[in-house]
């Protein structure tokens, strides 16, 4: 199997994971010049939308749970 065979099982309209690189550029002295975060695309995955949809639900859930931890609620009972 080729390292590119992944790519080919990609269709127009398919949902991928793709990693982020983060791009510095630098002058002799380590001088910042530009910063541009750009996408991997030596690593593009298909992703399944049930998967992405369960992983955005389940960051939203713990969203709102510690937003009620945190609550003025959440800490009157816990100093019952």
């Given at each position: 199997m080729?390292?590119?065979?992944?790519?080919?099982d990609?269709?127009?309209?398919?949902?991928?994971?793709?990693?982020?690189?983060d791009?510095?550029?630098?002058?002799?002295?380590?001088?910042?010049?530009?910063?541009?975060?750009t996408?991997?695309?030596?690593?593009?995955?298909?992703?399944?939308?049930?998967?992405?949809?369960?992983?955005?639900?389940?960051?939203?859930?713990?969203?709102?749970?510690?937003?009620?931890?945190?609550?003025?609620?959440?800490?009157?009972?816990?100093?019952?």
């Amino acid at each position: 199997m080729s390292p590119n065979s992944h790519k080919d099982d990609l269709h127009f309209g398919d949902l991928v994971s793709m990693t982020i690189v983060d791009v510095f550029e630098t002058d002799c002295d380590g001088k910042l010049l530009s910063y541009c975060p750009t996408f991997d695309n030596r690593a593009i995955f298909k992703t399944d939308q049930r998967v992405e949809r369960l992983r955005k639900s389940s960051s939203k859930i713990k969203k709102n749970i510690n937003i009620v931890a945190n609550s003025q609620t959440a800490a009157r009972v816990n100093q019952v």
